[in-house]
C-alpha cells in the first residue's frame, strides 16, 4: 500500500521490532479485577487482574468511546506470545500507565486466535503503515473503529530511538484533543483505502504449470544450501513450501529440477530434525530458530506447527521409506497426544516459551520466569543425571562444560552456561567415537531421554493455552489420520476420530449448520472463519480415507456447503476470511499468503478438487478452478508467495486419478491393498472403499461407475481409475504396485 496511509503528523516511523511469540503470565496486584474475568480466553484472563480497565472487544466498549468520545486503544496478542508479557509486565501492570490508559482511551483486549478476523484488519493498516508488524500489536482507534496510529511493542522508556509507551499516550491523547476533526477525516480516508485495497478485480491472466516452474525457482534461490530451509536467520519451518515442493517432484520424478526439490525438502527436515528447535527428550516442534542452524529456537509450541509438520515428515517417509522420517513424525504426533489433548479427545492451542525458573537453571537474582527454562540443560545436570552414560549423551548431543548456544544467539544471554540439545553427531559418528555399535549407542541414547524426561517432568511446566481451535484441530485430524494409513497405526486413527467426534459434538451447530471458532469451557459464541471450515473439512477428508467410515465425507460435504454459502465470493472468485456477519470488523479481506498456516482459499481449493473427485461434480472442481483464478495477481508474480494455493493449481492441471478398494474393510485381502496403495506418495489421488453397504450407496448416488464395482470372484479387488474410466480390475497386491507405478 502507498501513499494513502502516509498520513501527516501521526505517521509513526517508531515500530519497534518484536517477537510474534509470549510467555507466561506474571501475577499483577490481585485487588484489580476488570472484564475480563468474565472471558473464557486464556489470554484475556491473564489481563483479567491488570489495573487498565480492559474491555474485550464489543459494543460495550464501542459504545463507552462514542459516548465520552475518546479514542480506543487495542491491544491485540495471544496466551503463549513472549512480547506481549513483557509488555503486560512492564506497562499493563503499572498503576501509573494504567491511570494514564483509563483516562484518555477506552482499552480493548483481544485474542487474536480467538479473533483472527480483528486482528487480520488491524495488522493489514500496522503492516501498511510502518512496514512491518508483530504481536504484541498496538492500535489507536476512533471511536467508530478506525484507525489512526498503530505500533507492535512499545517499551517502557526511550530506547534504541524508539518513544517510551507512555511518551506515546501522552502524545496521541494530546492530538486527539487538538486535532480530533483531521484524526477522525484521515482515519476514514484510511478505512477507505483499505477497501480500495481488497476490492481490486482479478487480474488477467494465464495460470498454468509454468507457475509452478517460476516457484520452485524463486524458493531454489533463497535455500540455504549449507543448512537447510529458506532465507537467512530467523528461520521458520514453513510447511507449505515443503507441500509444493514434494508434489513439484511427483510431477517428475526423474527430472533434475524435482529432485533438486525433494532433495532440499529433505534436508531440511534433517537438519530441522536435529537441531534445538526439535524437543530431543518430549517431542515436538518449538516456533522457530533465532540463528540460521536451528539451534537456538523461540521455545513455544503450536499445535498447527506440529500437525503440519508432522505432514511433512509423513511425505518424506512416503517417499523415501527412511525410517528416521517416519521417527520424527512419531515423535510429533505422541508429543501432542500425551501433551496436548484433552481429555474429551480435542486439541490444545499451545504451550508457552516461558516458565518459571528452578534452583540449578537460573542465576541468583534470575527473573522468576525464563524462556526456555523448561527445556534447557547445565553439563553438571546431565552428569549427575546420567552417571556413566553422559559422555555418549553429552558427545551426541552437543553438550558443553560452558553451554552450547552460539555466540550472539541470545543478546540478553539467558542460555549462558546453558545447554540446548542438539544432534551434533550422527548415531554412526557417536558409535565409532565409543568403539560401540548403534544398536548399543541407540539404546543408551533412548534410556538416557527417558531419564531426563523423568527429572525434567519435575519442573515447572510452561503454560498451557488450553483452548481447542476449530481450524487447528483441523489441521491435527488430517495428520494423525494420513499417519495412521503411511504408518499402519490404528492408534493414531482413534485419536483422530476422537478429535473429530469432539468437533462434531462440541463446535457444530446441527440446527444451523455452522461450526463455531473454539472451545474451552463450553462453546465460544464467535462463529467459525473461512479458514475453521477449510482445515477442518482437510481433515474430513483424511479421515475417509483412513477410515472408509463414509459419515466424515457426508460431514465435510456439509460443511462445504457452509463454507460456499458464507465465504464464497460469487463474483471474484476465492473465499473471504470473515462471513460479513459483524459489522464492527469492516474490511472484508481474502489471505493471499500461505506463511505458518495455509491460507483458507488454498486449502478450500484443493478441499473442492478432491470433494468433486468424491461426489462426481463439476460444478464444484469449476468453484476450486474460480478459487485459484483469484489469486492470479499473486501467483503470476510472487506464487512462491502461496505454495499451498500451487498445491492445488498442480492438482486441478493433473489428470484426476482414483484408487477404489472393493472389499470388507475388515478383511485380511482388503488390508494387504489397503497397505500397498499407503506406500506409495501419490498426492493426486483420492482413495475409496465400496463394500455394498452405505459406503458405496452414497458415492454411487452420483456415479454410476462405482455403482458397479465389487470385489471379483469373491475376493478383495482393486480398481485404479482416470476421471473413474478403470483398469481391468485387480486382487494381487503385485499387480497393484505395478499399475500404481504407472
Not at 200 to 225: C, M, N, P, W
Not at 506 to 532: C, M, T, V
Not at 710 to 723: F, L
Amino acid at each position: 500500500m502507498t501513499s494513502p496511509f502516509r498520513f501527516g503528523f501521526l505517521a509513526l516511523t517508531w515500530l519497534v521490532t518484536s517477537s510474534d511469540m509470549f510467555a507466561e503470565p506474571r501475577s499483577a496486584r490481585p485487588e484489580h479485577t476488570n472484564r475480563l474475568a468474565q472471558e473464557k480466553s486464556p489470554y484475556l484472563l491473564q489481563h483479567a487482574h491488570n489495573p487498565v480497565d480492559w474491555y474485550p472487544w464489543g459494543e460495550d466498549a464501542f459504545e463507552k468511546a462514542r459516548r465520552e468520545n475518546k479514542p480506543i486503544f487495542l491491544s491485540v496478542g495471544y496466551s503463549t506470545c513472549h512480547w506481549c508479557h513483557v509488555m503486560a509486565h512492564e506497562s499493563f501492570e503499572d498503576e501509573e500507565i494504567a491511570a494514564l490508559m483509563n483516562r484518555e482511551f477506552v482499552n480493548i483486549k483481544v485474542d487474536r486466535e480467538e479473533r483472527p478476523d480483528v486482528d487480520r484488519v488491524y495488522m493489514t493498516f500496522v503492516q501498511a503503515t510502518t512496514g512491518g508488524g508483530g504481536w504484541p500489536m498496538s492500535v489507536w482507534l476512533t471511536p467508530d473503529l478506525k484507525p489512526f496510529v498503530g505500533g507492535t511493542y512499545f517499551p517502557t522508556e526511550d530506547r534504541y530511538g524508539q518513544p517510551a509507551f507512555r511518551t506515546v499516550l501522552e502524545r496521541i491523547a494530546t492530538a486527539w484533543k487538538e486535532n480530533h476533526d483531521k484524526i477522525v477525516e484521515q482515519g476514514g480516508k484510511i478505512v477507505e483505502a483499505l477497501r480500495e485495497s481488497q476490492s481490486a478485480t482479478t487480474a488477467e491472466g494465464k495460470i498454468d504449470a509454468a507457475i509452478l516452474d517460476v516457484a520452485y525457482r524463486q524458493l531454489e534461490r533463497s535455500y540455504d544450501s549449507k543448512e537447510g530451509g529458506f532465507g537467512n536467520a530467523p528461520k521458520f519451518p514453513r510447511p507449505v513450501a515443503f507441500n509444493f515442493l514434494t508434489r513439484f517432484y511427483a510431477r517428475d520424478t526423474n527430472g533434475e529440477s524435482g529432485k533438486h526439490a525433494l532433495e532440499m525438502t529433505l534436508f531440511t527436515l534433517r537438519k530441522m530434525a536435529a537441531g534445538g528447535m526439535h524437543d530431543h527428550i518430549g517431542g515436538g516442534f518449538h516456533r522457530y530458530s533465532v540463528d540460521r542452524y536451528w539451534h537456538v529456537p523461540h521455545f513455544e509450541k503450536m499445535l498447527y506447527d506440529q500437525a503440519q509438520l508432522a505432514t511433512a515428515y509423513l511425505d518424506a517417509f512416503q517417499i523415501t521409506r527412511d525410517w528416521q522420517y517416519e521417527s520424527v513424525a512419531r515423535d510429533i504426533l505422541d508429543y501432542v497426544a500425551r501433551d496436548m489433548a484433552s481429555k474429551e479427545g480435542g486439541f490444545f492451542s499451545a504451550e508457552d516459551a516461558d516458565s518459571s525458573v528452578v534452583a540449578g537453571i537460573g542465576d541468583p537474582g534470575h527473573a522468576k520466569t525464563a524462556e526456555g527454562a523448561f527445556y534447557v540443560w547445565t553439563e553438571k545436570e546431565i552428569d549427575s543425571a546420567l552417571g556413566n552414560a553422559a559422555d555418549i549423551f553429552a558427545f551426541h548431543y552437543g553438550v558443553q562444560p560452558h553451554g552450547n548456544a552460539p555466540e550472539g544467539s541470545d543478546p540478553q544471554d539467558e542460555f549462558r552456561g546453558k545447554n540446548i540439545l542438539i544432534e551434533r553427531h550422527t548415531i554412526a559418528e557417536t558409535a565409532q567415537h565409543f568403539k560401540k555399535t548403534g544398536e548399543e549407542v541407540t539404546n543408551s541414547l533412548a534410556q538416557s531421554r527417558a531419564k531426563l524426561f523423568s527429572i525434567r517432568a519435575k519442573r515447572p511446566r510452561p503454560h498451557l493455552d488450553d483452548k481447542i481451535i476449530a481450524a487447528w484441530n483441523g489441521l491435527m485430524i488430517s495428520a494423525y489420520a494420513r499417519a495412521a494409513r503411511i504408518l499402519d497405526e490404528p492408534r493414531y486413527l482413534e485419536i483422530a476420530t476422537r478429535a473429530a467426534k469432539f468437533l462434531r459434538t462440541n463446535l457444530f451447530e446441527e440446527k444451523s449448520k455452522l461450526l463455531h471458532r473454539n472451545y474451552r469451557g463450553g462453546r465460544s459464541p464467535i462463529e467459525g472463519f473461512a479458514d475453521d471450515y477449510a482445515f477442518v473439512i482437510q481433515g474430513l477428508l483424511d479421515l475417509y480415507e483412513a477410515s472408509f467410515d463414509v459419515e466424515w465425507l457426508k460431514f465435510a460435504v456439509e460443511l462445504q456447503g457452509t463454507q460456499d454459502r458464507f465465504f464464497f465470493d460469487e463474483k471474484n472468485g476465492g473465499y473471504f476470511s470473515t462471513s460479513g456477519k459483524d459489522e464492527s470488523v469492516f474490511l472484508r479481506m481474502k489471505d493471499d499468503n500461505d506463511s505458518a498456516e495455509p491460507a483458507a482459499s488454498s486449502v478450500a481449493a484443493l478441499n473442492l478438487l478432491r470433494l468433486a473427485q468424491f461426489r462426481d461434480d463439476k460444478q464444484i472442481a469449476e468453484r476450486a478452478r474460480k478459487t485459484i483464478d483469484a489469486f492470479a495477481t499473486t501467483l503470476s508474480h510472487f506464487p512462491s508467495a502461496m505454495p499451498q494455493m500451487l498445491v492445488a493449481l498442480d492438482y486441478s492441471l493433473s489428470k484426476p486419478r482414483q484408487i477404489v478398494i472393493a472389499g470388507r474393510k475388515d478383511a485380511p485381502e482388503t488390508k494387504t491393498l489397503l497397505g500397498k496403495v499407503n506406500m506409495h506418495f501419490l498426492p493426486k489421488t483420492i482413495l475409496c472403499l465400496v463394500d455394498g453397504a452405505e459406503g458405496q450407496k452414497y458415492l454411487g448416488e452420483q456415479n454410476e461407475a462405482i455403482r458397479a464395482m465389487s470385489s471379483i470372484d469373491g475376493k478383495p479387488a482393486a480398481y485404479v481409475c482416470e476421471n473413474f474410466t478403470c483398469k481391468a480390475p485387480v486382487t494381487d497386491p503385485r499387480q497393484l504396485a505395478e499399475l500404481l507405478k504407472l
